[in-house]
């Protein structure tokens, strides 16, 4: 009779062990895919900031296209005299911009600009397309911050387990007399995860 119980506490023990080593593995699996979300997060608010920063870069010259209208309509300059001139890049548009004070001096000497070489249609699309872009990356990234958050609990609950299992190992009515003493010396690793849960 006391044989039979000893072979029976056995098995469940070693039941116990391979449960808690499947469970142990999956929380490392699962620690690393968290590591891997966090990193493809901050690799996507990155992507996030350089775009809002385009965009933002991108509405400045926009704006700065339209004040340089106005200022053009105000002197009333004809276009037509001037066709010579054009305005393709930014780049013009800060040339414009520093020398702005020689102009208003000498408004005869001024060349003007266009009004056909502001290309305002493809901005305006660019835009759109920055826009549906950002919403995107902003859908993903929520989708991202939902994963994390599940794979959060999955930890707890795997930690949870992990304790439990603990709990009833030692609720077991073991012996070092009976031959026990060494398979105790080796939950040093429910322990160890103990201490190295995040």
């Known amino acids: 009779m006391a044989a039979a119980s000893y072979d029976q506490l056995l098995k469940q023990v070693e039941a116990l062990k391979m449960e808690n080593s499947n469970l142990r593995q999956e929380l490392e699996d699962n620690s690393n895919h968290l590591t891997k979300l966090e990193t493809e997060a901050s690799n996507m608010k ?15 010259a926009s704006s700065g296209q339209i004040d340089l209208l106005e200022r053009l309509k105000e002197l009333n300059l004809d ?15 800060r040339s414009y911009g520093s020398r702005e004070g020689s102009v208003s001096s000498r408004s005869g000497e001024c060349s003007p600009v266009p009004m056909g070489s502001f290309p305002r249609r493809g901005f305006v699309n660019g835009s759109r397309e920055s ?34 299992l603990t709990k009833r190992i030692d609720s077991l009515p073991l012996t070092e007399n009976r031959g026990f003493g060494k398979w105790r010396t080796n939950k040093w690793s429910y322990n160890w995860l103990s201490r190295n849960k995040k």
Not at 135 to 162: G, H, N, P, T, V
């Open 79 to 93: 276009s037509s005299n001037f066709p010579g001139v054009k305005l393709r890049s930014k780049m013009s548009l």
């Open 46 to 60: 990155e992507v996030l900031k350089q775009l809002q920063g385009s965009i933002e870069d991108e509405a400045m």
């Open 131 to 164: 826009t549906g872009y950002l919403e995107e990356l902003e859908k993903e990234r929520s989708l991202l911050l939902a994963d994390l958050d599940k794979e959060e609990k999955e930890k707890d609950w795997y930690y949870a387990q992990l304790q439990n």
